[in-house]
């Protein structure tokens, strides 16, 4: 498999996701991914920056601190002293989704300013998870069942305001349900991260990027069909036909004889007869 991106950072990546969720660090992956696009990217100090913003917010409590206070402690010191804010003005910048660009500029998207939170959280024994909201991602605070947005300078969330902004979000076109508020695992974190670098990418005719981008999100789930399609086309809109049809030959290899096998095989039939009027 030729890897669309830094070799180095994509086996650490890999070797990180087979890890089981308690021991997966959020942070770390994170720094992996943002790695293949900055290879000079310096894992251990922005750990170690993550670390001091733990430490700052520890400073301001004490023991006895309620979770919920906690939490309000980590937004005011992240956004309001630190400014930590949302990149509405260059919402689409691939600099959004990786995690060194993040803490260097202080502004990012919903769910990179929530894995910020998270990973202060964690290292202060708040106990939160992502969740992954239709168009938003927000944090849920586990002890109080209360919801904060990062991208909005932590602002608090009732169940309420979550439904209203799904509604914003989907101009009204969303119903509904409990399902969203169902908290993300870290590999379902990383995935929406790399799917929305996927969509930043496959915009910007950034194809060789994406497919790099494609090869992450298929280590996390191996054999999503919709992955083989969406690489395969990137591989055919840089007229890389062979590869485009050994991406799709996997894909029937690796899912047996799958619904979908007719369509595929005529699908290689006609990149192959594209290449062969090339040649």
Not at 75 to 81: H, K, M, R, T
Not at 222 to 240: D, I, K, V
Not at 252 to 269: H, M, N, R, Y
């Amino acid at each position: 498999v030729n890897t669309h991106g830094n070799t180095d950072f994509r086996n650490l990546f890999s070797q990180l996701i087979q890890k089981p969720e308690e021991d997966l660090e959020l942070d770390r992956a994170a720094l992996y991914l943002a790695g293949e696009e900055y290879p000079e990217v310096d894992v251990l100090s922005h750990l170690a920056q993550l670390d001091a913003f733990a430490a700052q917010v520890s400073q301001r409590v004490t023991h006895e601190t309620a979770p919920a206070n906690l939490a309000r402690a980590i937004a005011d010191y992240l956004f309001g002293e630190l400014g930590f804010d949302g990149n509405s003005g260059r919402y689409y910048s691939p600099e959004n989704s990786f995690l060194n660009r993040v803490l260097e500029t202080r502004t990012g998207i919903p769910i990179t300013l929530s894995l910020l939170f998270l990973e202060v959280a964690r290292r202060l024994g708040v106990r939160c998870s992502g969740v992954g909201l239709p168009g938003h991602f927000i944090v849920g605070l586990d002890d109080t069942g209360e919801y904060l947005d990062p991208f909005n300078a932590g602002a608090p969330l009732s169940m309420e305001d979550c439904r209203a902004l799904v509604d914003r979000m989907s101009a009204g076109s969303l119903e509904w349900t409990d399902q969203f508020l169902e908290p993300y695992t870290k590999r379902d974190i990383l995935f929406r991260i790399l799917n929305n670098l996927k969509a930043v990418y496959m915009q910007g005719r950034e194809y060789t990027k994406a497919v790099g981008v494609i090869q992450r999100m298929s280590i996390i789930s191996p054999g999503l069909p919709s992955l083989y399609q969406e690489q395969a086309w990137c591989h055919a809109e840089q007229q890389e036909f062979r590869l485009a049809i050994g991406t799709l030959e996997a894909y029937l290899q690796e899912a047996g004889t799958p619904d979908d096998s007719k369509e595929v095989k005529d699908q290689i039939k006609g990149l192959w007869s594209t290449l062969s009027r090339l040649n």
